[in-house]
């Protein structure tokens, strides 16, 4: 059975996506055809099952299955996977040592008060949430406690020093590598090269740098849903294309349909600011990274 010898592990809304698309591209690069398989992290599937999306997978992957979402490797030398929970779920990094010890850990960070806004942005944008922003955040300890899944953890998530911690106690130095989302956003080559030394393939291959998995506020809430959530025409019109082609054209559109990004109002920038600066400044020690523009 074929394991992955590297995992992106998250943080999710911090540019994995991104990140995947351009690792997918490198021809010694074998990425899961599944960019989520989320194997080492079946609470996803027991503990935190509400809030599922309508098309999302409803049980935990089997050894067997992950196995074969790497079936199609013949000659690559990185073999991994992306999966944003395994940075936020306690028990993943022990998961990890267990079924493959010598695997190599990417991370990418991202500003914990942008990141819980752009994840906001991305539920509200598939209309799987409702409440505003603010509302959210005073509901997010409930809905905590009610099993919703990490996608609606918004603020939580955001405590990554404790996160970090897990997979610097568990990995030698060595395994692990963590970059920062302003980085990928502002110099994606440099960062993506590093990347490439450290899976050990050829770092002067270049990618196409397109953004993925943008959020924003929908123009025609309408034509989002169409293809978001289950509709008869829908599943009509399934069977007539194939998956890659459906995917395009989801895409496609939902990239088309997005209109202008709301802004994060400065009450509330203020707030997590607050909420997060202990944290942040832990995990300054731990990166060994200047990260007091998050504090601003």
């Known amino acids: 059975?074929?394991?992955?010898?590297?995992?992106?592990?998250?943080?999710?809304?911090?540019?994995t996506t991104s990140l995947y698309s351009y690792l997918n591209?490198?021809?010694?690069?074998?990425?899961s055809p599944v960019k989520e398989p989320r194997f080492f992290t079946p609470e996803l599937y027991s503990i935190y099952n509400n809030g599922?999306?309508?098309?999302?997978?409803?049980?935990?992957?089997t050894l067997e299955q992950y196995c074969q979402l790497f079936q199609g490797v013949s000659t690559e030398i990185a073999i991994g996977e992306a999966s944003t929970e395994y940075l936020y779920i306690p028990k993943a990094p022990e998961r990890i040592k267990s079924?493959?010890?010598?695997?190599?850990?990417?991370?990418?960070?991202?500003?914990?008060?942008?990141?819980?806004?752009?994840?906001?942005?991305?539920?509200?944008?598939?209309?799987?949430?409702?409440l505003t922003f603010q509302q959210a955040l005073q509901e997010e300890g409930k809905r905590i406690q009610a099993g919703f899944r990490p996608g609606w953890h918004y603020k939580q998530v955001g405590f990554y020093s404790s996160q970090v911690k897990r997979y610097l106690d568990g990995f030698a130095p060595e395994q692990i590598r963590i970059y920062l989302y302003d980085d990928l956003s502002s110099d994606g080559l440099t960062v993506v090269q590093n990347v490439y030394r450290f899976l050990a393939i050829d770092d002067t291959f270049t990618p196409d740098f397109k953004r993925e998995n943008v959020s924003g506020i929908p123009k025609r809430r309408w034509l989002q849903n169409l293809f978001t959530k289950d509709?008869?025409?829908?599943?009509?019109?399934?069977?007539?294309?194939?998956?890659?082609?459906?995917?395009?054209?989801?895409?496609?559109?939902?990239?088309?349909?997005?209109?202008a990004k709301p802004i994060l109002?400065?009450?509330?920038?203020?707030?997590?600011?607050?909420?997060?600066?202990?944290d942040i400044e832990k995990l300054q020690a731990l990166i060994q990274r200047d990260l007091s523009a998050w504090l601003k």
């Open 99 to 130: 079924h493959i010890p010598n695997a190599k850990i990417i991370a990418i960070l991202r500003n914990p008060v942008e990141r819980a806004f752009s994840a906001f942005l991305y539920q509200f944008r598939d209309g799987v949430e409702t």
């Open 25 to 31: 591209q490198h021809p010694q690069v074998y990425m």
């Open 52 to 61: 599922v999306r309508d098309n999302g997978r409803r049980t935990a992957l």
């Open 231 to 259: 509709n008869p025409l829908k599943l009509a019109l399934k069977p007539l294309f194939s998956e890659k082609l459906r995917v395009a054209i989801r895409e496609r559109v939902k990239k088309q349909n997005l209109g």
């Open 265 to 278: 109002l400065p009450e509330i920038r203020q707030e997590l600011v607050e909420v997060y600066r202990e």
């Open 1 to 15: 059975m074929i394991m992955p010898n590297f995992l992106i592990i998250g943080a999710a809304k911090a540019g």
